[in-house]
């Protein structure tokens, strides 16, 4: 579905990108892992075309996008929701997430999205008419995944979706990003919690100093040695305590 091939790419003359290449197959969960500066938000921004590659190239469903504007690309399908938590805090929830269908005219449409979303993320039709401002951390993140969903994208990107969240909501965000995915969309996620990313995707990238490092099926790649010693503390990834994603 997305194919992404030698993108190199930055900041006014920072160099971040320095030839990263991965594909993203239909239907898959795919991570995007690696430390602080290693370019993973910079290529999300790439493929979503916030930024403009400087060489390379970056198809979606055989169309080349490098090059489109961010709201092209989402009305071809393909979704970012960006790190940081942007809503509008001073927008209801719902309003929120109406903005999230900007591309779509049909208003039966956008009804059956934001029923969708409220069944993902049911706090958030209970506080349809709050005020985004007045919402917790992790519900903030639930209300940018939904709006994200607004588009009736084949294709989600997610970065960061667990930064600076508890645990326990971490693994319900997880969870129903397990839950999206089955019910048929790819979704290509930027995490720096590893473990629980591996344990959540079909299949990972780590990405150090622009380009892809390593690469292969998540399962493996939990418990190969220089994703251990290097992301995993050494240690083994486990689901055996009862931590189930899928």
């Known amino acids: 579905m997305l194919r992404v091939e030698g993108v190199v790419g930055g900041y006014g003359s ?17 991570a995007l892992l690696g430390g602080n500066g290693t ?26 996008i490098d090059g489109l504007r961010p709201d092209l690309i989402v009305r071809r399908g393909l979704v970012q929701v960006t790190q940081g938590k ?53 519900q903030l993140q639930m209300l940018c995944i939904g709006r994200g969903l607004m588009s009736e994208p084949r294709m989600i990107m997610l970065d960061e979706p667990s930064a600076a969240l508890a645990p326990q909501v971490v693994l319900d965000i997880f969870r129903t990003i397990a839950r ?6 790819t979704v290509l996620m930027v995490e720096q919690n590893v473990r629980m990313a591996l344990l959540l995707a079909s299949y990972a990238y780590v990405i150090r100093d622009g380009v892809i490092h390593i690469e292969g099926p998540a399962d493996a790649l939990i418990h190969d040695d220089n994703v251990r010693l290097s992301y995993l503390g050494g240690t083994v990834a ?5 931590l189930s994603l899928h």
């Open 238 to 242: 486990s689901s055996d305590a009862g």
């Open 39 to 64: 370019g993973k938000s910079t290529l999300l921004k790439s493929i979503s075309g916030l930024v403009k590659p400087w060489r390379g190239s970056i198809t979606f469903n055989g169309e080349r």
């Open 14 to 30: 920072v160099q971040i990108l320095n030839g990263a290449t991965l594909n993203v197959g239909e239907g898959r969960i795919v």
């Open 180 to 185: 999206i995915a089955r019910d048929g969309m």
């Open 86 to 138: 942007d809503a509008y805090p001073a927008m209801t929830v719902e309003e929120n997430l109406r903005l999230g269908a900007f591309v779509v005219r049909d208003r039966a449409r956008i009804a059956r999205a934001l029923e969708r979303v409220y069944g993902y993320f049911p706090i958030l039709e209970q506080k349809r008419k709050q005020l985004s401002g007045t919402l917790s951390g992790g």
